[in-house]
């Protein structure tokens, strides 16, 4: 198995469109920038924290590939995102950056710190 693992932390977002917030939007464009960047969705689920719509969420695609995982703490005006995509039979590496990328750019974010982990087993 090789592969990347690519995350972003985000603070101070100004989130536009009331991400942090909304879940079913938050879904949506997770499976859209998904499927925009060349990646399969196998399946999702995402949880809200508070129901009323005033806490954050947590939110994880199954990906053929791999994993999207994110979460929101609208109070924090912070998110965390985690992508994680391997590259067995193909190099997804470009499709992973393009996703996190397209999230990050929709927070709208002060402040992000991305880490990139390449990942491998060594027989």
Same mark, same amino acid.
């Given at each position: 198995? @090789?592969?990347?693992h690519?995350?972003?932390?985000?603070?101070?977002?100004r989130? !536009? +469109?009331?991400l942090? /917030?909304?879940?079913?939007?938050?879904? +949506?464009?997770c499976?859209?920038?998904?499927?925009?960047?060349?990646?399969r969705?196998v399946? /999702?689920?995402f @949880?809200? &924290?508070? #129901?009323?719509?005033?806490?954050? @969420?947590?939110?994880v695609l199954?990906?053929?590939?791999?994993?999207?995982a994110? @979460?929101t703490? #609208?109070?924090?005006?912070?998110?965390t995102?985690?992508? &994680?995509?391997?590259?067995?039979a193909?190099?997804?590496?470009?499709? +992973?950056?393009?996703?996190?990328d397209?999230?990050?750019?929709r &927070?709208?974010?002060? /402040?992000?710190?991305?880490? /990139?982990?390449?990942?491998?087993?060594v !027989?």
């Amino acid at each position: 198995m @090789h592969g990347v693992h690519l995350t972003a932390d985000l603070s101070g977002c100004r989130d !536009p +469109a009331n991400l942090l /917030r909304d879940g079913a939007a938050l879904a +949506a464009l997770c499976e859209q920038s998904a499927r925009d960047a060349g990646l399969r969705v196998v399946a /999702r689920q995402f @949880h809200a &924290f508070a #129901p009323d719509g005033d806490g954050g @969420h947590t939110g994880v695609l199954l990906l053929a590939e791999s994993h999207l995982a994110v @979460h929101t703490w #609208p109070e924090l005006r912070a998110v965390t995102l985690d992508v &994680f995509v391997c590259n067995r039979a193909s190099d997804n590496t470009a499709k +992973a950056q393009a996703l996190l990328d397209a999230l990050v750019a929709r &927070f709208e974010a002060a /402040r992000v710190a991305r880490q /990139r982990l390449q990942r491998a087993l060594v !027989p």
